[in-house]
């Protein structure tokens, strides 16, 4: 199984541009998640999805952020516009069941200057 | 709300010796799934271990043990025969029925030859 797969690895921007990053869940896993981790917050959940419906975005920091699963298979976060304070290591996981560990990807290295 | 505590911001271990890295939790919850992940400096999160608040006997996978203390709220985390690729970031977390992992913040384990 290729896991979880996170594109792009690193970003840099710049203030106000917006910025896109994406995930593609295990095959046959039902949840999909968004994290962000920080030295300053560590790891924090953004939203987490079943079947494809967001469940809870209560971690989403503020309406910059926007998260959508068009299908089973591809999860967008997107930040619109961004701020340096974005500045963060961004993760996609998956799970096959309620309550079971999460598989991690590589992370997306965001920085925003 | 829950809460994952490691109170050991880094632990040294010479090659080939066991060590047992701290997590206590708290929650309300009757049901709930506890996780070791390891972070090596390449910055992915890999699962190693998962307790169910249900399950009786102590979760093993290969050199990993979970101390499962349930009365204590206590979940360590034993390596056993610890190898120079175990240097990473160590990080505890708790899942409830929301389906949102609270990871704490980690402990940082040096292995040396």
């Known amino acids: 199984d290729a896991g979880v797969i996170q594109s792009p690895r690193h970003e840099v921007t710049e203030m106000g541009q917006e910025v896109t990053l994406r995930c593609k869940p295990i095959?046959?896993?039902?949840?999909l998640f968004w994290y962000r981790q920080t030295m300053m917050r560590g790891l924090e959940l953004l939203i987490y999805f079943n079947n494809n419906v967001p469940i809870d975005d209560s971690g989403m920091p503020e309406d910059r952020f926007s998260a959508k699963m068009p299908n089973a298979s591809f999860s967008t976060l997107k930040i619109q516009p961004s701020e340096p304070r974005d500045s963060a290591v961004y993760f996609c996981a998956s799970s096959p069941e309620t309550g079971k560990e999460q598989y991690f990807g590589p992370g997306t290295r965001l920085t925003v200057t | 709300a829950q809460k994952i505590t490691q109170t050991q911001p880094g632990m040294f271990v010479q090659e080939k010796e066991a060590v047992t890295l701290d997590c206590t939790y708290d929650t309300s919850d009757q049901s709930y799934g506890l996780f070791w992940y390891k972070q090596p400096s390449s910055g992915e999160m890999i699962f190693l271990i998962y307790q169910g608040s249900y399950d009786e006997q102590n979760a093993t996978e290969g050199r990993y043990s979970l101390n499962f203390q349930k009365a204590r709220k206590s979940a360590n985390l034993v390596i056993s025969a610890s190898q120079l690729g175990d240097s990473a970031m160590y990080f505890c977390?708790?899942?409830?029925?929301?389906?949102?992992?609270?990871f704490g913040t980690g402990t940082r384990l040096l292995v040396s030859p």
């Open positions: 095959s046959g896993h039902d949840y």
């Open positions: 977390a708790i899942i409830t029925g929301f389906q949102k992992l609270v």
